[in-house]
């Protein structure tokens, strides 16, 4: 009877425990669900089919400005939706043949404002998923275009030690992805949305906008979007919508200054709503053209796969490599410095590897092998040495006085820093997907209600300022050299980095945390699931252990 008294005291402590664990899960699932449901746009993108049902389209033109993948995206929403469509393409060679070829690598030119173009992009499942459901026949298009769909194993590491894809989750199939360059994608879209009689009525211009005006007697309003053309001449386009996919000249910004937007100071003025730091990254790619015998015997995996350091000593080093489309291979070695660093041959990305702060295991021995094999077979070597500008975010949901009918998606309204790992494209299907809302949300109106971009940019805010959080400042501020926004300093954050550390230490042997960084990586849940509370005690556990 007095062990049985002694024991009672420690059931009562578990039973509380217990409850208070229950308590604290059934909140957590709570609030998963609801930044699943309005946050993550994974509904949306199962809706986006529903347009297809429409029977009345608005008038009047939607004007893209711009046709790179973001402008090439809204197009194809607004085209459900607006009886006229026209994207405004500064490059006169995207308007020709060399701007649709059905193999992205055989184009004569590369864009001369996308400093990517050429290089391999880790596009998400979210982004892929969001596609199929744009373009039904994505998959046909894509072999006929030499496009692979692969399996998402992006062969996550934490600096050289593994941490293993979630396969029993998905029954040993991982849900699928591209593999391409951004410019071989950028050429499949141009020619689904442009290139067939799919879309009739989406137009394509070259030109330039310089600037927008208001309705005579409505200043709540576009009215006109002023382009200049190849010949110096100016056009100006009547429009209903104005969308905004200059990328990362954010040429809107200057457009609705001149015209005299955004000048309120409450909430907040253009200006004040501009937020911006340097973390001063800079990268060097190698594009090994090799032949097709070389290239079978290069043990590289079937996504691209990149190595960081352990650590910021020197600027957070990166290395990846990669198949690319066509006969090719890409090696990219970067880092955040206040000098210029290139690697300029395979030799030096060589003994960038073999220099990198790994984490416990040693850099897996696949990756020399593969370099070892490039250089013997000489390939044909393409250098391109990339300074990234800084990372910027516009929050047009807390500008004052913006048109009604103004929207920016993409880079236009938020960039990233420019490495393997940026979401750019998974950005700009989900600006494209908040369009489709907003626009479903008025398509038995006759026009565009007073409130439609303050509705779209709130949401859009919501969709994508998990990237500003996670990917860019909380990751960047622990680098030495990055200066940050005006007002804050580098120890922002830092408890973040700290447990962010330890969950990809955990995931390194842990089957959940290793589930929760993939599909973090891929954009497929929420950030509330880094915080799982079994995830939070098994941190704590390891760390007191440690």
Not at 66 to 90: N, Q, T, W
Not at 131 to 150: A, K, M, T
Not at 201 to 213: A, E, H, L, R, W
Not at 321 to 331: E, T
């Amino acid at each position: 009877m007095a062990d049985l008294l002694f024991i009672e005291p420690i059931v009562q402590v578990l039973v509380i425990i217990g409850f208070s664990y229950g308590l604290l899960l059934q909140a957590w699932k709570l609030v998963r669900w609801y930044l699943l449901e309005y946050h993550s746009g994974i509904p949306e993108i199962n809706n986006l089919r529903k347009t297809r049902s429409l029977e009345h389209k608005l008038d009047g033109t939607a004007v893209i400005c711009g046709g790179s993948i973001a402008g090439l995206l809204a197009a194809r929403i607004c085209s459900d939706f607006y009886k006229h469509v026209i994207i405004v393409e500064p490059e006169e060679w995207l308007c020709d043949e060399d701007g649709m070829r059905r193999f992205g690598w055989e184009q004569k030119h590369k864009r001369t404002r996308v400093l990517q173009y050429r290089v391999f992009h880790s596009f998400l499942v979210l982004f892929y998923r969001g596609l199929g459901e744009l373009f039904p026949d994505l998959e046909e298009q894509c072999r006929y275009s030499g496009i692979e769909i692969v399996p998402a194993n992006r062969n996550m590491n934490m600096s050289g030690t593994p941490i293993f894809p979630p396969l029993r989750k998905y029954g040993g199939d991982l849900p699928k992805t591209l593999r391409c360059t951004r410019g071989s994608l950028e050429t499949l879209l141009r020619r689904l949305v442009l290139g067939r009689s799919n879309y009739p009525n989406i137009q394509q211009m070259v030109g330039t906008v310089i600037g927008v005006s208001s309705r005579s007697g409505d200043p709540s309003c576009i009215s006109h979007v002023k382009v200049r053309k190849p010949d110096m001449g100016i056009e100006e386009l009547d429009a209903s919508l104005v969308v905004d996919c200059t990328g990362m000249t954010r040429a809107g910004v200057k457009w609705l200054s001149q015209a005299g937007y955004g000048t309120k100071t409450h909430p907040k003025s253009l200006q004040d709503a501009r937020l911006s730091f340097n973390q001063k990254l800079q990268y060097s790619a190698l594009e090994c053209t090799v032949s097709p015998e070389t290239l079978s015997k290069i043990p590289i995996p079937a996504l691209e796969t990149g190595f960081a350091d352990d650590g910021v000593e020197y600027g957070r080093r990166l290395f990846g490599i990669g198949r690319m489309d066509g006969n090719r291979v890409l090696l990219v070695a970067g880092q955040s410095s206040d000098e210029t660093v290139k690697y300029e041959s395979i030799a030096a990305m060589r003994e960038l590897v073999q220099d990198l702060k790994i984490y416990k295991d040693p850099m897996p021995r696949w990756v020399v092998e593969a370099l070892d094999i490039l250089e013997e077979s000489e390939p044909q070597l393409s250098f391109t040495h990339v300074f990234c500008p800084p990372t910027t975010y516009i929050k047009y949901h807390e500008v004052g006085n913006i048109p009604s009918n103004f929207v920016a998606i993409g880079d236009s309204a938020m960039s990233g820093k420019l490495n393997i790992v940026d979401q750019g494209c998974t950005k700009a299907l989900l600006g494209a997907v908040v369009l489709h809302n907003a626009l479903y949300s008025v398509a038995t109106h006759m026009k565009l209600p007073g409130d439609f971009s303050k509705k779209f940019f709130k949401d859009n805010f919501h969709k994508t300022d998990r990237f500003w959080l996670g990917t860019s400042r909380i990751l960047d501020y622990e680098i030495p050299c990055t200066i940050p926004i005006p007002g804050e300093d580098l120890q922002s954050g830092g408890s973040i980095r700290w447990y962010l550390r330890r969950l990809l230490i955990l995931a390194t042997k842990d089957e959940q945390a290793a589930e929760v960084a993939w599909e973090g990586s891929m954009v497929l849940g929420t950030p509330i699931d880094l915080f799982h509370p079994w995830i939070v005690l098994k941190i704590i556990f390891n760390t007191f252990m440690a």
